[in-house]
C-alpha cells in the first residue's frame, strides 16, 4: 500500500525547502517533501552565488525581493534562530550608454517601492569601491542593503523547520511518474510509490521529463552557467560591494575574505545557449570561458589584472524560461487541479525564496495568493505572447 500524505513537494533546493516549510507553517503538518538525492539543496541551490539584491526593473519581481530582502536581513528571528548565512555588502551596478535610460526609469519605480537605491557619480563609485574601474560606466547605482547568503544553508534551515513542524522528508526518492489516482496523485519512485492529494513541483532544471510525462511542453531550457573564482591580493580583501557590470554583461561577487566570484550574465547564455542534460554537462570551465571571464574581471577591477590570480572554475545549470522570470502555477488549466509548480527560475531564483514559500503555501492550502496577483507568472503566458519584459538585455538582472 502506498505512503500517503495531504501534500507532496518534490525537490529539496531552495525552492522546495521553503515551500515545505511555509506549508508546515500555515497548519498542513502531513506534508512530506521528496528529492532524488541523499540531502537537501543538492541541485542547483548548493552552487548558487546567492546574490541578494533588490534591484530588478519588473516590478512585481522587485517589490517579491524586497518582501525577501526583509526577510532574509531577519531570517534569525523569522525562523526561530536558523540562519542563512546572511552577510550585507552592497551592490555597485555599473551601466554602459545602452542601459543608462533603463537604469534611470528603474530607480525612480524601486523608490516609489521603498527600496534604497542611489545614483553615485564615479567619484562617489570609487570611494565606496576603491578598486573599481569606473571609467566606463555611464550611469552607476549603489544598493546599500544588498549582500549574500549561504544557499545550502538556507535551504537547510527552511528544511529543519519544516521538519519541526511535522513535514517529512523522503530523501533518495526520484519521482519517475506522476499519475491520476483517487482524487489526488501516485507518485512513483524506483523506492516506492506514495500517494498525496496535492503536489507541488519544485524540480529545477530537472523539470522537463517531468512535464512531458505529464503531456505538458515545459518551455524551460536547461543552459549551462560558468563560474570563475579568482584570489583577491590583500589590497581587496573583505567584506566589499559585489558589482553588477551592465557594460561587460558579468558579475562579481567579493566573497569571504580572498575570494572573487565571477559569472556571466551574457545574454546568449540566457536565451540561446545551448540546452544540457542536469545529470550530465560540462561541470568544468573551459581556457576559453576562463580567458574572457578574467578579461572582463581585469578590466572592471583593474588591479585584479596586476595581482589577483585564477583560482578554478565550475559550471552550473540555470532552468531558463523565454521571459527570465519564473512559472508560479496549478497545472489545473492541464488537466491537473491540485498540481502546483515552480520552476524555470532563470538564474535568480535564490534571493526569491522566502517569498516563493509564502506564495506557494497560500496556493495550495488556499486556492489561491491573495496580496498580490501573481497570474502574471502563469505557464500559459508564453503561449498568450504575454511575457514579462525587463527593461535589461538580460532577463536574469531583472
Ligand atoms: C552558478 C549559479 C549562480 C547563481 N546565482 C544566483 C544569485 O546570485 N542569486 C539568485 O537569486 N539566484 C542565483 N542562482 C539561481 C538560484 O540558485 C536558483 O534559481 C535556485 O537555487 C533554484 O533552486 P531550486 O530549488 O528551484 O532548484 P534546485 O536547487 O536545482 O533544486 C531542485 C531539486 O529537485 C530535485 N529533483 C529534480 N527532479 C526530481 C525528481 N524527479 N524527483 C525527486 N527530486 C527531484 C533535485 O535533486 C534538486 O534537489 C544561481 C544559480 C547558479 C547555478
Redesign the pocket.
Known amino acids: 500500500m502506498d505512503v500517503r500524505t495531504e501534500v507532496a513537494v ?7 525547502s521553503s515551500i515545505i516549510y511555509h506549508i508546515a507553517k500555515v497548519g498542513v503538518s502531513d506534508c512530506t517533501l ?4 541523499s540531502q537537501i ?12 539584491r533588490t534591484h530588478y526593473s519588473v516590478e512585481i519581481v522587485a517589490r517579491m525581493a524586497l518582501r525577501c530582502y526583509n526577510y532574509f536581513e531577519n531570517f534569525e528571528a523569522n525562523l526561530a534562530g536558523r540562519t542563512a548565512g546572511f552577510v550585507k555588502t552592497g551592490l555597485i551596478i555599473g551601466a554602459g550608454a545602452d542601459a543608462k535610460s533603463a537604469l534611470d526609469d528603474n530607480m525612480k519605480m524601486l523608490r516609489r517601492l521603498g527600496i534604497t537605491t542611489n545614483l553615485v557619480d564615479r567619484d562617489e563609485a570609487v570611494r565606496i569601491e576603491p578598486q573599481l574601474g569606473a571609467s566606463g560606466f555611464a550611469d552607476i547605482v549603489f544598493e546599500p542593503e544588498a549582500g ?1 547568503a549561504e ?1 545550502s544553508t538556507t ?1 537547510t534551515s527552511f528544511a529543519s523547520a519544516g521538519r519541526e513542524l511535522g513535514a517529512k522528508f523522503m530523501m533518495e ?4 511518474k506522476i499519475e491520476r489516482s483517487g482524487g489526488g496523485y501516485r507518485l512513483e ?1 524506483p523506492a516506492g510509490s506514495l500517494w498525496a492529494k496535492k503536489v507541488v513541483l ?6 522537463k521529463p ?1 512535464f512531458a510525462s505529464l503531456g505538458i511542453d515545459l518551455p524551460v531550457r536547461a543552459v549551462r ?1 560558468p ?1 570563475a573564482i579568482y584570489h583577491r591580493p590583500a589590497e581587496y580583501e573583505g567584506k566589499r560591494p559585489f558589482i553588477l557590470d551592465l557594460l561587460r554583461s558579468a558579475y562579481y561577487k567579493p566573497e569571504g575574505r580572498y575570494l572573487l566570484i565571477a ?1 556571466s550574465l551574457e545574454l546568449e547564455l540566457d536565451t540561446s545557449g545551448a540546452e544540457v542534460d542536469p545529470d550530465r554537462y560540462d561541470r568544468g570551465v573551459t581556457s576559453e570561458e576562463v580567458t574572457k571571464m578574467t578579461g572582463k574581471v581585469m578590466d572592471a577591477i583593474p588591479l585584479m589584472a596586476s595581482k589577483g590570480e585564477y583560482e578554478r572554475g565550475f559550471g ?4 531558463v524560461t523565454p521571459d527570465q522570470q519564473p512559472i508560479i502555477d496549478e497545472l489545473s488549466d492541464y488537466g491537473y487541479e491540485n498540481l502546483f509548480c ?2 524555470g ?9 522566502p517569498e516563493y514559500g509564502r506564495i506557494m503555501a497560500a496556493m495550495v492550502t488556499e486556492g489561491k495568493f491573495r496580496d498580490y496577483d501573481t497570474s502574471v507568472f502563469r505557464l500559459s503566458r508564453f503561449k498568450e505572447g504575454k511575457l514579462l519584459r525587463s527593461s535589461y538585455q538580460v532577463g536574469t538582472v531583472g
Open positions: 518534490v525537490g529539496g533546493g531552495s525552492t522546495g521528496l528529492d532524488k538525492e539543496a543538492a541541485g542547483q541551490t548548493s552552487l548558487s552565488t546567492a546574490l541578494v549574500y544557499p535551504a526518492r526520484r519521482v519517475t519512485t519544485a524540480t529545477g532544471p530537472w523539470s517531468i552557467h563560474v559569472g552550473g545549470v540555470y532552468d515552480l520552476v527560475l532563470s538564474g535568480h531564483g535564490f534571493k526569491l525564496c
